[in-house]
């Protein structure tokens, strides 16, 4: 669930109104959380993607392509200090464009 707050600030964000994957606008867009930390969703702005509800209902057989692009985007989100805090076991950084 993710906190009023911060669904305020998401849904008032340009960025959620369309798939990250796809691009599209049409249909329904849903909010996936690309991060699990230490066993939860980790309610943060980087980490919370719109996809494409073709796309996010299928959330557990993502392809490893789909997760390496959503982790990019993710990556490409975050603070420095995110990243720092954040690659603990998974270095986030390797998904940064160079």
């Known amino acids: 669930m993710i906190p009023p707050k911060l669904r305020e600030d998401l849904s008032n964000d340009p960025f ?3 798939c990250c994957i796809t691009g599209r606008t049409d249909g329904k867009i849903d909010w996936h959380h ?3 930390w230490q066993g939860k969703n980790v309610q943060e702005k980087f980490a919370i993607l719109p996809v494409h509800n073709s ?3 299928y959330h557990n057989g993502l392809t ?3 997760k390496e692009k959503l982790n990019r985007i993710m990556a490409s989100r975050m603070s420095e200090e995110e990243l720092d805090y ?3 076991v998974i270095d986030y950084r ?3 464009i160079k």
């Open 86 to 88: 954040y690659s603990k």
């Open 34 to 36: 690309n991060m699990t």
């Open 16 to 18: 959620m109104k369309k």
């Open 55 to 57: 796309i996010h209902q």
């Open 64 to 66: 490893s392509e789909v």
């Open 94 to 96: 390797k998904f940064l």
